[in-house]
């Protein structure tokens, strides 16, 4: 069997497929529990946040195992596997060690070095236990990935180039301003009483709030919450979720994060609760200037630069044709053909017919423009997937909102700290050492049957010299017997743990079966050992016989 994990991230998919692939608690256990029903896969968990979707699985072959993988990620996030494919990465054996120990580690994080995802890895493995879908690699695997998370974190200054999501989501809001004192009086709604809204709370109470106010599903989560933020000395109370649009008009900051399928918060519900706090708020904000170098549309050309672009893509260059269908390519194809020399250069048409070839094109990120100038009114944080908060709630004159796709282009840009270094070459020393110890374990069945044969070929020996030398006092018996486990013991000595050493090597595996053949052990004694607990196989390691008869 195999590690294999195939998922989904802010690397490889944009927001609008992470947005349709989040799964909810019940459809993530579900998705498992299916995993599990498939023929390849021994074990199975799920790493699911905010801005990732992994499935890792102990699997016997690899192709099946992708193919089947992909297939379960598909059908549980209804996401066409035709169209969720080209964003899925694949990690096998020691390199999908290395992805989760480098997720561990922050690595891989939205915000390099964020400590967060230790807490979500813990409560994969947590669940995973629960629904009993993690055997020993799966255990073994996640236990060792919070050890390197919390090494990294302890030895390493990871922790100056990483903050949590919600940290740097407040620094967004405050847009250069030290968020303390942007935050500082301020009236928060927190929306949600999870891991990530609870953080949230904290981190408006520690910046220096008037007070929190937190609303959820289930009042007795709110309530406790409130109860913790009371302790520390911020004022704090709980509402339900049909409040929050009541409480919206008091807030002058919203941080949402709930599980919720559809909006918690729509763009009607936002401007009511700015309207009339200042003279514009609540009306739409001007439309900017289009960026310099945009050309206007022009004679018929179905892309218009002027005009507000699908899904918040550029317009310059190749992304001109990003995301359009063959429909739209073949209009636009047409448009170039015809197109004078002047309103076209070469190099575009070359470009744009290469790119109607391929029949439809891929979205690309647009270079986001400096937001003018403007009194907020309200700041919203929204960071759920798929989404809390309307996204047309951007375009509200006194709101600023701040969404995990807006905080994947910042992050993009944030400096990466000179420890970053430091932890890659843990993360490489830590998988080397993971990898070596599964290559040992795999053998140390094999080493323990061995033993365990050898105890039984003493036991038979001293039984049938009890019967030629019946006249032995028990002290001469105890003496040859002792003898006798001595010479077992230092002739197997030497090549067990020899052979430990090399099956821990790359390649190692065939040890195992070279030993089986050379002392002719019975499979089945081999697999019993295995599926022993390790304190069993621990107390059979020892010297031959050392609990049979007197020492």
């Not at 740097?168 to 949600?192: D, H, T």
Request: with cysteine.
């Amino acid at each position: 069997m195999s590690l294999l994990v195939v998922g989904l991230s802010h690397r490889s998919a944009p927001v609008s497929i992470l947005e349709r692939a989040a799964l909810n608690a019940d459809a993530q256990a579900k998705l498992v529990q299916d995993t599990l029903v498939a023929e390849p896969a021994a074990e199975a968990a799920l790493l699911a946040t905010c801005n990732r979707i992994e499935l890792y699985a102990d699997v016997d072959k690899f192709h099946a195992g992708v193919a089947e993988l992909s297939t379960l990620l598909a059908q549980h996030s209804g996401v066409g596997l035709e169209e969720l494919t080209p964003y899925l990465y694949v990690h096998y054996e020691d390199r999908a060690v290395h992805h989760l120990f480098s997720v561990a580690c922050g690595l891989d994080s939205m915000v390099v070095g964020e400590g967060q995802i230790l807490g979500q890895i813990k409560d994969t493995l947590a669940r995973a236990q629960e629904l009993h879908s993690a055997g020993k690699l799966l255990n073994d695997l996640f236990q060792q990935a919070l050890r390197v998370g919390k090494r990294a974190h302890s030895e390493t200054g990871i922790d100056r180039a990483g903050q949590s999501l919600v940290t740097f989501g407040l620094e967004q809001l405050a847009a250069g301003e030290p968020v303390a004192e942007w935050a500082a009086g301020k009236r928060a709604l927190v929306i949600g009483a999870g891991s990530m809204s609870s953080l949230a709370a904290a981190t408006l109470a520690r910046a220096g709030v008037a007070e929190v106010v937190v609303a959820n599903r289930t009042l007795e989560r709110a309530d406790r919450l409130v109860e913790i933020l009371g302790e520390g000395g911020t004022a704090a109370r709980a509402v339900a979720m049909d409040a929050v649009a009541d409480e919206l008009t008091r807030a002058d900051v919203a941080i949402s994060c709930t599980g919720a399928t559809g909006l918690v918060l729509t763009a009607d519900a936002v401007r009511a609760a700015v309207a009339g706090r200042t003279p514009t708020a609540g009306g739409d904000v001007p439309p900017q200037a289009s960026p310099a170098g945009a050309k206007a549309a022009v004679d018929g050309c179905p892309v218009d630069p002027g005009a507000p672009v699908r899904g918040g893509f550029s317009v310059e260059g190749e992304a001109a044709v990003a995301g359009l269908d063959a429909a739209e390519l073949e209009q636009h194809g047409a448009w170039v053909d015809n197109a004078p020399g002047e309103r076209v250069r070469p190099s575009e048409a070359d470009t744009i017919a290469a790119l109607a070839a391929a029949g439809r094109v891929p979205e690309m990120r647009r270079e986001r423009q400096p937001e003018p100038v403007r009194r907020v009114a309200l700041a919203l944080l929204d960071l759920a997937m798929p989404r809390d908060i309307d996204g047309a709630s951007h375009r509200i004159d006194g709101v600023r909102l701040v969404d995990i796709e807006s905080l994947a282009d910042a992050s993009a840009d944030a400096p990466m700290a000179a420890d970053v270094d430091q932890v890659r070459s843990l993360v490489a020393d830590e998988v080397a050492a993971f990898g070596a110890a599964q290559r040992a374990a795999h053998i140390t069945p094999t080493v323990v049957a061995l033993r365990a044969m050898a105890a039984d070929v003493v036991t038979n020996e001293i039984a049938r010299l009890d019967g030629r030398l019946p006249g032995l006092d028990e002290k001469q018996r105890a003496e040859i017997t002792q003898t006798v486990r001595r010479v077992v013991d230092k002739l197997l000595h030497a090549p067990t743990v020899r052979v430990k050493q090399l099956a821990a090597e790359p390649g190692g595996a065939g040890y195992a079966d070279a030993l089986r053949t050379l002392f002719d052990l019975d499979q089945e004694t081999v697999a019993s050992v295995s599926r022993a607990t390790p304190r069993d196989r621990e107390s059979a390691t020892g010297t031959v016989g050392k609990n049979r008869g007197p020492a």
